[in-house]
């Protein structure tokens, strides 16, 4: 496994304050949002685009680039907000295209035909992991070592497609293949152990052929890169277990007042709220 440098951790760490307060700025611009997930995935997002994933800003359709799926669509301003840092958009850009009646490119879920940094068109939850599973069969056939790398909410994991995909991974023994869990533990309309618990999901997921990473603090950039460091090596020709990340994070990550509270999960954010969201993720930042 690779040592991670930790001049790098502290740069992505000042990274993930960036994405949080461009992200909190951008939602109140557009006037609604899914913070609560959005704020949970910010580390992993980052680890991934800035650092672990092979894939360039300005060569978005590079035939052999890593793939992103984001399965929960509904956190893709997290991604949008990426992008713009990236140098891709800028945030009026995205302000004025968003959701707009003749103009729309930026949408609450993901649209590929607008936004070309997007893989897939994402909405409907549950199927992110299955389109996963072919973009990796996809890379076996056409002899590339591209990685598939699929996020899932766990509330969006109690949908049935999930395991049938699961199977399959397990089965074609997709060695390119990662899914990641974003286990914030809530869900719209609450915390996921009472609305449809998935738990254990360590135990589920390795018996249906999977290799599984737990990730204590998914909103730690340095566990997560220690995470995706011990994925193994790209081999299309190898078959072996995909991977399997149960990357354990806190819905609303960093704003005090959105911190496991299912009522965060979708909504817009007032001027006031704004003002301490951004007080609170200065405050809560991590210190190293």
Not at 140 to 145: A, D, L, M, S, T
Not at 253 to 259: I, L, Q, R, T, Y
Request: net charge negative.
């Amino acid at each position: 496994m690779a040592t991670i440098d930790m001049n790098r951790v502290k740069e992505l760490d000042d990274k993930c304050l960036k994405i949080r307060k461009d992200l909190l700025n951008f939602i109140y611009r557009i006037g609604m949002g899914h913070l609560g997930g959005e704020l949970s995935i910010v580390e992993m997002a980052v680890a991934l685009y800035y650092e672990y994933m092979n894939w360039d800003p300005k060569d978005v359709k590079n035939p052999d680039r890593d793939r992103f799926l984001l399965s929960k669509g509904h956190c893709s301003e997290t991604l949008y907000t990426i992008f713009q840092d990236m140098g891709n958009y800028t945030m009026d850009y995205m302000v004025e295209h968003f959701e707009t009646l003749d103009t729309a490119k930026f949408g609450m879920h993901s649209n590929r035909k607008y936004v070309p940094e997007i893989e897939i068109s994402a909405g409907s939850l549950g199927h992110g992991l299955p389109i996963a599973v072919g973009y990796a069969l996809g890379a076996r056939y056409q002899k590339k070592n591209y990685r598939v790398i699929v996020m899932v909410g766990d509330g969006e994991f109690q949908e049935g497609t999930n395991w049938e995909a699961l199977m399959a991974g397990g089965h074609y023994q997709l060695n390119n293949l990662v899914c990641i869990l974003d286990k914030n533990k809530v869900q719209m309309t609450g915390h996921t152990r009472d609305v449809m618990n998935i738990d254990p999901v360590k135990d589920k997921v390795e018996a249906f052929g999977w290799n599984v990473i737990e990730v204590e603090d998914g909103n730690d950039v340095k566990q997560c890169l220690e995470a995706l460091n011990k994925i193994p090596e790209r081999d299309y020709a190898k078959r072996s277990k995909p991977t399997f990340i149960i990357n354990n994070t806190v819905k609303g990550k960093g704003v005090d007042f959105m911190e496991d509270n299912y009522k965060w999960h979708g909504g817009g954010i007032a001027k006031e709220q704004l003002d301490e969201a951004l007080a609170d993720v200065e405050k809560n930042r991590m210190v190293r």
